[in-house]
């Protein structure tokens, strides 16, 4: 059974740090995209970075770029967004999806992210 678990959400103050962190198991997560999500209320999910399986290629939307950091370990089946410089508008919650063709796609529950004074 594949399960992918998200943590580190939390609220923070704008211009602050966190870290989300993500796990799967049940599947050899190296040979998968893995990508990050987020969904604010109202909102179409969008994909905030993504990474390859090997690691060597990361893309972010142009809202996070520059603040943004994806990394995997795929020796431990995990995967970081590392989120710094948080605005208002990075309030939603998180979404990691591990992806190999339509027929292997993964999702967590999400963590809820909110930036607020």
């Known amino acids: 059974q594949v399960q992918v ?3 580190g959400g939390d609220l923070v103050q704008p ?14 997560s190296g040979i998968y995209t893995m990508n990050w999500y987020r969904q604010a209320p109202g909102k179409e ?8 399986p090997g690691g060597t290629t990361r893309k972010y939307a142009d809202s996070v770029k520059g603040r943004f ?9 995990t995967a ?5 410089s ?15 063709g339509d ?3 993964y999702w967590g529950q999400g963590t809820q992210v909110t930036v607020s004074s």
């Open 103 to 105: 027929s292997h796609d």
């Open 45 to 52: 999910r969008e994909m905030v970075a993504t990474i390859s």
């Open 69 to 77: 950091t994806v990394v995997r370990d795929n020796a431990k089946n």
């Open 15 to 28: 211009g602050g740090s966190l870290r989300l962190s993500c796990v799967a198991s049940g599947i050899r």
């Open 80 to 84: 970081t967004l590392q989120m710094n």
């Open 86 to 100: 948080l605005k208002p508008e990075d309030t939603a919650r998180y979404y990691c999806n591990f992806r190999l």
């Open 5 to 7: 678990v998200e943590s």
